[in-house]
């Protein structure tokens, strides 16, 4: 991939484009839906996912039963799955990571439960009575485990808000016939405020303590982003994370080819991004805000857009971070956020 040097609004002097012209302005909208920066696809640092990756970690090398994340709906919970998983990876290639989602929608049934493990496992014989299913699946677990040497198996639920009380039995099931093998099951699950907390506390009601003990007894919040040094380290993983990978053009450098050659980095507007969402915050909150990661890139992607092909780092308007959040709805979003609320009293901080 070459870097863009056309102006990315194709709709200017229409007219008087030729053929090469509207060929080069269809590869270029090409290349900017599949870029990484548009589709998401490839996951850059957060200082959040990284303090959480701390706490999944210690929980691995302690082989501690379970643990809950909490997080409000935009927080890029998924996202921190993925890039906990790669992290992982990169320290232990050998251990057995699985991501399973939980289905919002869904009639709670063993049979049920036990398919959809089987496919997040990448098994694909389905069929069977419940005990062949469970069975399927707590052998192929088990054979994952002794396989890597390590004899433990990690499982990031996402969605684990939409768990029913049904489920965590059936996880205790599977929990159960592991440890009879010899093999240690490590639960982490992830869920959106406040449903999770909800969830918590009616199994917590039912005095259900079997459940708590292996999956909820450490309840750990999951923040959004609060701080400038937060927006830089995103910013910074955009100037300098190369697409293709190892083609030497960064993604801003792609989006920003001629300000990029003159020291344009996407870094040096973080206080500006920032200073941006604060404007029109109430005094009251700004020092308190959580900014959700679903806006904050809408937000980057908006400025992107807006902005690219620029010749000069100073032909950046003023309001563009302004515009830029605005579009995003980023205010909107922080609003919303404070006002469902955090992980309330079930939250522990370590």
């Not at 088990?142 to 198996?153: C, L, T, Y």
């Not at 990690?154 to 996880?171: K, P, Q, T």
């Not at 999770?196 to 303590?209: M, N, P, T």
Request: net charge neutral.
């Amino acid at each position: 991939m070459e870097q863009i040097n056309i102006p990315f609004n194709t709709q200017e002097n229409s007219s008087k484009k030729n053929e090469d012209d509207v060929e080069k302005e269809k590869s270029l909208i090409s290349q900017i839906l599949l870029h990484p920066l548009m589709t998401g696809q490839v996951l850059l640092p957060t200082k959040p996912a990284k303090e959480l990756f701390s706490v999944v970690w210690r929980a691995v090398l302690l082989r501690e039963t379970g643990l809950c994340l909490s997080a409000s709906s935009g927080a890029g919970k998924t996202s921190a799955l993925e890039m906990i998983e790669e992290m992982i990876r990169q320290k232990l290639p050998t251990l057995p990571i699985f991501r399973h989602e939980t289905h919002n929608q869904q009639i709670p049934s063993i049979r049920a439960f036990f398919k959809h493990f089987l496919v997040t496992v990448g098994h694909s014989e389905l069929k069977g009575e419940t005990f062949d299913l469970r069975q399927r699946l707590v052998n192929s677990l088990v054979d994952e485990a002794r396989i890597s040497g390590q004899n433990v198996v990690l499982m990031l639920i996402d969605e684990a808000h939409a768990m029913a009380v049904s489920d965590f039995n059936f996880l205790k099931d599977v929990y159960n016939d592991l440890g009879k093998e010899g093999v240690q099951l490590v639960t982490v699950l992830m869920g959106q405020e406040p449903d999770l907390s909800i969830l918590i506390k009616k199994i917590r009601s039912e005095g259900r303590l079997d459940l708590i003990g292996r999956f909820a007894m450490r309840i750990l919040p999951f923040r959004a982003y609060k701080t400038i040094d937060d927006l830089k380290l995103i910013l910074s993983g955009i100037d300098s994370t190369e697409h293709p990978q190892g083609s030497g053009i960064t993604w801003t450098g792609f989006f920003f080819p001629y300000a990029y050659a003159e020291g344009f980095r996407l870094e040096d507007q973080a206080q500006n991004f920032l200073d941006a969402i604060q404007t029109e915050m109430p005094k009251s909150i700004v020092s308190k805000i959580q900014i959700p990661a679903r806006q904050t890139f809408l937000a980057i992607r908006t400025f992107v857009m807006d902005n690219a092909a620029i010749n000069k780092p100073r032909r950046i308007h003023a309001d563009a971070w302004r515009k830029a959040v605005a579009y995003a709805k980023l205010q909107d979003a922080i609003l919303l956020i404070r006002g469902r609320g955090q992980a309330g009293d079930l939250t522990v901080e370590i």
